[in-house]
Antibody, heavy 129, light 109 residues
Framework: EVQLVESGGGLVKPGGSLRLSCAASGFTFSSYTMNWVRQAPGKGLEWVSSISSSSRSIYYADSVKGRFTISRDNAKNSVYLQMDSLRAEDTAVYYC??????????????????????WGKGTTVTVSS | SSELTQDPAVSVALGQTVRITCQGDSLRNYYASWYQQKPGQAPVLVIY???NRPSGIPDRFSGSTSGNTASLTITGVQAEDEADYYCNSRDSGGNPNWVFGGGTKLTVL
């Protein structure tokens, strides 16, 4: 069964740090780009960060750039999110998500498509004094 | 970065058809994907690519795109379809980031 399991959430004071982990199983982890997506209480989904299969390409949302660091260990089938200088607005459920890709031939040529096909159940981060 | 716009709420009578839309410039370059989220649960992918459904998603769910607008259509809505629906796509603003719509709460009457 394809599965992502997050851990590491909890209560932390503003300015503090937390490290989230995501353990993958049931698929060839080293072949996929992985993401963190968060959802603040009562709000919508927000993409946080992506890391390519080889860790060569890493991207962050502007809201977390310079404070969060994404990494992965393909030998351990795991992806991580180091969160520093946490703020109240970082309070959210954090989901680990797999990116999948595909392509097909269209009139204009090859069309590539991207989607988030596997989601973990999430881990809750609360930033409060 | 790009933005995706969704209507905050839509309601539909049981058994009828509903269309949920998502608008944004990134959709001129990338297909939207659609996710269903029920209270207290993680999102679930329901539509990707031009109009593909993952295994296990009923065929009453379908997708389409025209210009900068993507649509999710549910034909013959069931009570269990009541949920929040989110669209997303890659960001066409220069970085390979992702952008989500604000979500549409679907109420089944």
């Amino acid at each position: 069964e394809v599965q992502l399991v997050e851990s590491g959430g909890g209560l932390v004071k503003p300015g503090g740090s937390l490290r989230l982990s995501c353990a993958a199983s049931g698929f060839t982890f080293s072949s996929y780009t992985m993401n963190w997506v968060r959802q603040a209480p009562g709000k919508g989904l927000e993409w946080v960060s992506s890391i390519s299969s080889s860790s060569r390409s890493i991207y962050y949302a502007d809201s977390v750039k310079g404070r969060f660091t994404i990494s992965r260990d393909n030998a351990k089938n795991s992806v991580y999110l180091q969160m520093d200088s946490l703020r109240a607005e970082d309070t959210a459920v954090y989901y680990c998500v797999r990116t999948n890709t595909g392509s097909h031939i269209a009139a204009a040529g090859t069309v590539f498509y991207y989607y988030m096909d596997v989601w973990g159940k999430g881990t809750t981060v609360t930033v409060s004094s | 970065s790009s933005e995706l716009t969704q209507d905050p709420a839509v309601s539909v009578a049981l058994g009828q058809t509903v269309r949920i839309t998502c608008q944004g410039d990134s959709l001129r370059n990338y297909y939207a994907s659609w996710y269903q989220q029920k209270p207290g649960q993680a999102p679930v992918l329901v539509i990707y690519d031009k109009n593909n459904r993952p295994s296990g998603i009923p065929d009453r769910f379908s997708g389409s795109t025209s210009g900068n607008t993507a649509s999710l259509t549910i034909t013959g809505v069931q009570a269990e379809d009541e949920a929040d629906y989110y669209c997303n796509s890659r960001d066409s603003g220069g970085n390979p980031n992702w952008v989500f719509g604000g979500g549409t709460k679907l109420t089944v009457l």
